[in-house]
């Protein structure tokens, strides 16, 4: 099957402990508003641009250092006529010591270019996986909004 999920990647000096530690962040790179538990197995947490995105996000997979999982739980994406498309979608953190580097990969399983809200949905992940969670990884500081 030919997969066409949203995904990027990118390669840090970091270790994977550090890209994990930097990932569970999710204050310090993921603009917006933020509520919950974003480092426990099992929990449930909220994000949300009032008036332009909700989502509640369960951590389905945390392993240490390799990998994060949040299934979707709810979304109202008001940009967008089916408002929920990212309902029950995944969003993947893969995190591989490649040579003397870390990589860090992301797929939103689900994002699809069939969904009305890939174009922007994808180009949003692209600042914020690419730019905010690159930066906070390599400098350690909490990123500000790309917007």
Not at 4 to 15: A, E, K, N
Not at 60 to 80: E, Y
Request: glycine residues 8%; contains cysteine.
């Amino acid at each position: 099957m030919n997969d066409q999920s949203y995904t990027t990647s990118f390669l840090v000096d970091q270790t994977p402990k550090e890209a994990f530690e930097a990932l569970n962040n999710v204050r310090g790179w993921w603009s917006g508003e933020i509520e919950g538990d974003t480092n426990k197995l099992g929990s449930d947490f909220t994000y949300s641009v009032p008036g332009v995105h909700y989502s509640k996000q369960k951590i389905t997979a945390l392993i240490p250092g390799k990998k994060v999982v949040w299934l979707v739980l709810d979304a109202s994406l008001n940009f967008v006529r089916d408002k929920s498309e990212w309902k029950g979608t995944e969003i993947v953190f893969e995190i591989a010591e490649k040579g003397s580097k870390t990589e860090v990969r992301f797929t939103h399983i689900g994002l699809v270019p069939e969904y009305e809200c890939y174009n922007a949905c994808s180009n949003a992940w692209g600042m914020l996986i690419n730019g905010n969670l690159h930066k906070l990884i390599i400098t350690g500081k909490i990123q500000p909004s790309p917007w």
